[in-house]
């Protein structure tokens, strides 16, 4: 099979890099921070598990890792939840061709330090949190824990079977970062591995079906929220694909597709870059919460236990009616995510945010546009590379200094505070033989997190931040304030023939005091796409030097951002449009006809 050949190709060259980066007295080592793996983090547990799932010399070595996390106080761990999951699938993988009493005895003093909480943060957490308590309990609790994990499903995916990870309670708004549906994905099928219930594997199956209809046979799955392409994700969609599929050719395909596209991002060491920009944009496209042992460790070992399940036991029986349908074409949306996936007979694959979601992290000092509606987040033609770059988190200070970094996210600036169009109350998804038309209409958000202005507020901005966890902050992201007395009509249509996409934004202001359009016509596309601009018909002239352009530290490279210079907005109704054709671009960046004139 050619995916077996291409994941053990993947497994052994990454599991190798992964005990190259054992050392003596201190575990996994991390060569990007130069340091050890973080001790609050959980990458020496899955390096532990990586190296233990080949053969009893590789997990000699893995057991340094081990002993180093044991070694470690515990008021300095953290992760727990999936600290606890790394000890249950080493005891599995160990007992299946023995299990000593050393090595038992250290994985129970490991699970005595992981307790599990009955709320987190994040709905991912609470997931896994559930999980775990599913794997481990005994066979007379084993539907109760089930019931308790569906449950949670139920609350925490969309109708169409997109995963919440925030809030805890949803309601109209919230967010679903494509990663932690992939993450979601994975903890449901590993459940079904031991319970056998067709409620949960009915669950799973929901998922996957609702992933089909994201994917890109190039091998991309992601791009939207947290963690955009990260190895995180990937790893998860893998290991979910080995719990589920079958051996057939179908099943095969999009694991390969991923095997391949990850070959290309690995490192001299033998690791792999957490993003496909790899070396190209360095560590710029991480969050600070990424690190390069920990995700290649947990990567590693989430497949190599899928694996080592498969090899072992019977595919669970709800899951053998599994169907991997992502060949299919036309519009997917999913109303509640705001999520829509385009996929046309020419090869068009087209990822597009709606109506936006709530930013998890809403900040004072850094802006983050990976939630934003009207936003084209991925875009790739057939056999072609990706012509779009998912949006980026990026600080306050860069942003100011060049608002072209919020790329397809309208910025405008009213005194000093700066609002971003990055939701929409209304969406309405039109298709015709020749088009496809979703059209936005909303109002702006204040982009950045107001400061507290009375000792109250600081004071209560402090409790949160040290003792709730910043639980409140998260909060506010859901009833931002908004720029009244501005309305903007957003239009995005596709051509169902080639590609040809032509965006059309209106605004309407009636704000008195100026307001500024800081990043006019601002987008992230690919050099292979030719930039037509026009305010109306009969209004040509070439140009080619008013973009501005910026190189944002994506997770895909090389995918520059570009704008027009700010602008004040007149009062009323300005439009602005332009068009993406597929062509050969000239010599200069662009070709360009006639400028927006508001």
Not at 65 to 94: E, Y
Not at 222 to 248: K, Q, V, W
Not at 439 to 458: D, I, S, V, Y
Request: proline share 6%.
């Amino acid at each position: 099979m050619v995916a077996n050949a291409a994941l053990d190709s993947l497994l052994n060259r990454l599991t190798a890099a992964l005990g190259e980066q054992i050392r003596p007295g201190i575990g996994l080592f991390d060569p990007a921070d130069d340091k050890p793996s973080p001790a609050d983090h959980y990458g020496q547990l899955y390096a532990a598990l990586a190296l233990a799932c080949r053969s009893e010399n590789d997990w000699a070595v893995g057991r340094k890792a081990l002993q180093a996390w044991l070694a470690l106080d515990a008021k300095r761990l953290g992760h727990l939840p999936f600290n606890r999951l790394a000890l249950l699938l080493l005891r599995i993988v160990l007992a299946g061709r023995g299990l000593t009493a050393s090595d038992e005895a250290m994985i129970e003093a490991g699970l005595a330090r992981c307790r599990l909480r009955r709320r987190y943060p994040s709905n991912n957490w609470s997931l896994l949190a559930q999980t775990c308590r599913l794997i481990e309990a005994p066979a007379h609790r084993k539907a109760l824990e089930s019931r308790r994990l569906c449950k949670l499903l139920e609350r925490w995916t969309t109708t169409k079977g997109g995963f919440i990870d925030f809030p805890a309670k949803p309601r109209e708004h919230f967010s679903t970062p494509l990663a932690y549906h992939h993450k979601a994905l994975y903890l449901t099928a590993l459940a079904c591995w031991f319970h056998d219930d067709a409620e949960l594997a009915h669950h799973a199956c929901r998922m996957l079906d609702w992933l089909v209809h994201c994917w890109d046979p190039a091998g991309y799955a992601g791009g939207f929220g947290r963690t955009t392409h990260g190895l995180f994700g990937d790893g998860c969609l893998i290991a979910s694909l080995i719990l589920m599929g079958s051996e057939d050719d179908v099943w095969q395909q999009p694991i390969a597709a991923l095997c391949d596209r990850l070959e290309a991002q690995h490192r001299p060491d033998g690791l792999l870059w957490l993003t496909p920009a790899g070396p190209r944009s360095g560590t710029a496209s991480w969050d600070g919460y990424m690190h390069l042992s920990v995700y290649n460790a947990w990567a590693a070992a989430i497949i190599a236990a899928a694996r080592t399940l498969k090899d072992r036991r019977a595919r669970p029986t709800p899951l053998c009616d599994t169907r991997w349908t992502a060949a299919r074409t036309g519009l997917f949306h999913d109303e509640e995510a705001g999520l829509a996936y385009l996929r046309t007979e020419d090869g068009l694959n087209a990822l597009v945010s709606t109506r936006g979601q709530p930013p998890q992290a809403y900040s004072r000092n850094e802006a983050d546009f990976r939630y934003a509606g009207g936003v084209l987040i991925h875009l790739r033609l057939r056999d072609g590379p990706p012509l779009a770059a998912p949006p980026v988190r990026t600080a306050r200070k860069a942003l100011t200094t060049s608002p072209v970094l919020a790329g397809w996210t309208p910025l405008l600036k009213v005194r000093d505070t700066i609002y971003a169009i990055d939701s929409f109350e209304r969406v309405a998804i039109s298709e015709s033989a020749a088009m496809t038309t979703i059209a936005l209409m909303g109002q702006p958000n204040e982009l950045f997190r107001p400061t507290p202005g009375t000792p109250w507020q600081r004071a209560l901005a402090t409790l949160d931040w040290r003792i709730l966890g910043g639980a409140l902050g998260r909060k506010t992201a859901l009833r931002r304030r908004k720029l009244e007395r501005l309305t903007a009509h957003l239009e995005i249509n596709f051509s169902r023939t080639g590609l040809a996409i032509a965006v059309n934004l209106d605004l309407d202001n009636g704000v008195l005091d100026d307001v500024v359009y800081l990043n006019p016509l601002g987008h992230t596309t690919g050099k292979a796409l030719t930039e037509w601009i026009t305010a109306g018909p009969g209004e040509a002239g070439e140009h080619s030097s008013i973009w501005i352009d910026s190189l944002p530290p994506s997770s895909l490279s090389e995918l520059p951002a570009r704008a027009l210079a700010p602008q004040v907005l007149a009062q009323g109704r300005s439009t602005w449009m332009f068009q993406l054709k597929r062509g050969d671009p000239p010599s200069s960046i662009s070709a360009l006809q006639a400028t927006a004139a508001p």
